[in-house]
C-alpha cells in the first residue's frame, strides 16, 4: 500500500479569506474553487510526511502545520509586509532549520521553515 497524497483541510466561514492568504503569502494556486471548498497547490513534488510531536521545539506549541519553503526569509518578509502576526520570529534553530510561526486567518499555527 503506497499513500499518495495528505491534503491539510481548514475548516472555515470564509474561503476566500484563506484562500488570497495561502495564495499572497506562498504563492500556491487554486486548483480547485467549488465555493464551498478551495484546493490549492504548487508545481513541487514532496514526500508524504506525518509528524507526531509533544512540543514545537524550543518551547513553542506543536504547530498545526509545517511548510517548508525554499527563501523562508521571504516568505517572512511578505507575512510582515502583509501585516500578518508573527507568533514565533525568525530562528535559526540547533536542528538545522531556520523557521517562523505565523497564524491563517481560520487560526491555524503555521511553522514555515527552510533548512539550513
Known amino acids: 500500500m503506497t499513500v499518495k497524497r495528505i491534503v491539510f483541510d481548514i475548516a472555515t466561514s470564509s474561503v476566500d479569506e484563506v484562500r488570497e492568504f495561502y495564495?499572497?503569502?506562498?504563492?500556491?494556486?487554486?486548483?480547485?474553487?467549488?465555493?464551498w471548498i478551495a484546493?490549492?497547490?504548487?508545481?513541487?513534488?514532496?514526500?508524504?510526511?506525518?509528524?507526531?510531536?509533544?512540543?514545537?521545539?524550543?518551547?513553542?506549541?506543536?504547530?498545526d502545520a509545517s511548510i517548508e519553503v525554499d527563501d523562508v526569509d521571504e516568505v517572512y518578509r511578505r507575512a510582515k509586509e502583509l501585516g500578518h502576526k508573527?507568533?514565533?520570529?525568525?530562528?535559526?534553530?540547533?536542528?538545522?532549520?531556520?523557521?517562523?510561526?505565523?497564524n491563517d486567518p481560520a487560526g491555524k499555527l503555521l511553522n514555515v521553515l527552510s533548512h539550513l
Open 23 to 35: 495564495a499572497e503569502l506562498f504563492d500556491l494556486e487554486t486548483i480547485m474553487d467549488q465555493g
Open 39 to 63: 484546493t490549492m497547490a504548487s508545481d513541487a513534488t514532496a514526500r508524504v510526511q506525518v509528524s507526531i510531536a509533544s512540543e514545537g521545539g524550543s518551547g513553542t506549541p506543536v504547530p
Open 86 to 102: 508573527i507568533e514565533y520570529e525568525l530562528t535559526n534553530e540547533p536542528w538545522g532549520v531556520r523557521r517562523f510561526y505565523v
